[in-house]
């Protein structure tokens, strides 16, 4: 089993501030830890991932990147950020402004929410529902809201040709991404992450649940790319035809609201492809293996999680710089006729597979 | 103040010009009620309210505006008349729902009710002994294959004449 285990710092805290504080007081103040980690966390994600991007982008065309701020570019992004913040705030003359300024928001808080759920380590976890993949599927569900909104209050073609292509998209999707993780709540046995990832203690779901899981992986990281609207898939914000898609009219800090929340999404789909398929934050272990089993036992799971998410997202960042665009009718294609009837097939063959326990 | 909220948003809903606003609104009653269930600890509900009714009849309310109508066209204010008439049958409406409620006695539900897991709520779903909801639930999947094939000869027979 692991040894570090977060449980032992947060009941830690937890104690220390009920020792002169009423129960009330308690449970404010450790609402506004957690709401100041996350915080914490999204700024951080969005200026690593971007940083991400851009060098690995630029290895996959031979170039260097960013390398004028700071040691390698490290900087840019920072400055980056600055500079956004900083920008004027423009308002279209005939956009809705109300809802213009909404959407930035709902896209933004479904992202919180999401993220809210993800289990990062070994006890640290700030929501651990027992419905926790309907749960992570309906939140994620509520950003393409803000998507449409965008596009339609900004009063530019673009805009809405953009926001109706996402929303098409998503929607179709989010089926597949919903039936590739069933198939393995069928294995697993629950919807709640933590009792998912104690059940692969003994190894990953992708290792132990035969082709199938295989098959619901692949299907599960090419829909979560597209459900993030990103490369090969990124259609609502093709820059040849639609100038930036949903987002054209946007600019300063509203615009990084979108751009953050794009990159985050692709942490947390590489968050949940991890946990439910790579084992969330338990170590690789290799069957009798005693001693292999003990050093791996001493990575921390915080490490662990991370190093899965980030192989994860460096994979989604390889199909963006390898794949050309698709087109709307055959990404509607690829879907509706390819990956949702794979994917159902796939689900009552893993159904059967483990009627006969077949799978280890 | 959950459910002054909720008000409020119908209430704008329902009085609101634009269009897509409306839809927002509803949006935001949806939330409301989902937030109740929340706090009811009823979280399966919760979920699935969100799913459903955010996810995806919101989802296609807004799509639907956005195919069919431009930023700038407003609805028309309702007529006088039928606006007291409206009036009139929501306060029927709401006065029958009061006087229901305020006349029946709910039995106390037990002090501690157990949490509702994922888990019993599927059992229960396709169990076919006392209290199991197969027999609905078999139904309802039926209905909706017979939706959705109704869907596909509709949309089938406007495409004929182009080709």
Redesign the interface.
Known sequence: MNIYDFKSLTDSIHTSLSVNLSPSAVTIIEFIIIAFAFMMLFTLLGLILVYAERKIAAFFQLRLGPMRVGKWGIAQTAADAIKLILKEPLVTK???K??FN?APFIIILSTFMALGAMPFAKGLHALD???GI??L???S??G??GI??A???S?NKYS?IG??RS?AQV?SY?LSVGLSLLTVVVLA???QFSEIIASQEAGWWIFRGHIPALIAFTIFMIAGTAETNRGPFDLPEAESELTAGFHTEYSGLKFAFFFLAEFVNMFIIAGIGATVFLGGWMPFHIGNWEGFNRIMDFIPSLFWFFGKVAFLIFLMMWFKWTFPRLRIDQLLRLEWKYLLPINLVNILFMAFIVLMGWHF | MGSALVLIFAIMSVTSRKLLRAAIYLLFVLIGVAIFYLVLDYMFLAAVQIVVYMGGIVVLFIFSILLTSHLSEKLQVVKPLEFIIAALVSLIGAGVALSVISTHTFKPVVADSPEITVFEIGTQLLSYGKYGYVLPFEVISVLLLAAMIAAIVIAKREKKPES
């Open positions: 005939n956009a809705d109300f809802l909404l529902f027992d419905i309907l749960y599927t309906a939140v569900s509520l393409v809201i449409l909104i596009g339609w209050s009063d809405l926001a109706m929303g929607v989010e046995g629950s919807l």
